[in-house]
């Protein structure tokens, strides 16, 4: 999969998230993690689609839609959230697309219920610009708000407190997700972080940063699923100009400056494995 269409009426993509960089500097006392990263976005994902329905409801379909519930579900609180937002919320049924692994550090989850609450915004012509939007989606999760977004930020705190910053030559990249197929918990790898601070983000432009940074939450991650590491060694065997594990894993990315040194990569990482996935697409 290297490119979806363009969100358009009654539809809107879910948008991949990569951590270029995620430094974890201390652990806070309500159990979540004082962090710096920097988030990025590749232009394909997951997709929703909504209709007129009597009340809201949700149904998922695609390549990894088994195990999702669709009464227990991210995509229905961000919608009921933004319901009590609107006058005369219409009734809606959600069709979730999902292409994107679960439990594996590119947005997932976060990244569906972001979409709903942009395509559900316009859907019912509430009218909420998009940090607005980002605001009212904090209850949600860690990484809604930059979700809502879905353009390059700074995050810092929990991952919440975020700085729209210029995509610059990011843009020109083009970016291979990989991923083994093993879900790894969030909880688990923050719980398995050594809590060693070894400083915060380093440079200006997001490719500075990405190049200086680093995944203070990979080694954890590896030891719940080692074979993060075989992956991250096949795919510095590739004309990979920065290789790095996302979020808490288990994907992995590779950036490469050409569609063809990415798909290139892909086959290689394919075919080292049967229990391989992976997606291309380019930076927003």
Known sequence: ???????????????????????????????????????????????????????????VIGPFSSGLSDTD???????????????????????LDKHLPIASGIGGGSADAAAALRLLNRFWGIGLTIPELAQLSIPLGADVPACVISQTCRGQGIGQDLEPVDSGALEKYFALLVNPLVPVSTASVFRGWDGIDRGGLQGTTPMEIALSGRNDLQSSAESLAPIISEILLRLNETNVVISRMSGSGATCFGLYESLEEAQAASDIMSTSSERIWTMIGKLK
């Open 1 to 59: 999969m290297t490119k979806q269409d363009k969100n358009i009426g009654d539809s809107e993509i879910a948008y991949a998230k990569i951590n270029l960089a995620l430094h974890v500097r201390k652990r806070l006392s309500n159990g979540y993690h004082d962090i710096e990263t920097v988030f990025a976005f590749l232009d394909c994902g997951d997709l929703l689609s909504v209709k007129s329905a009597e009340g809201i409801t949700l149904s």
């Open 73 to 95: 579900n991210l995509i229905l609180q961000a919608a009921h959230l933004l319901a009590s937002k609107a006058k005369k919320p219409r009734g809606v049924h959600i069709v």
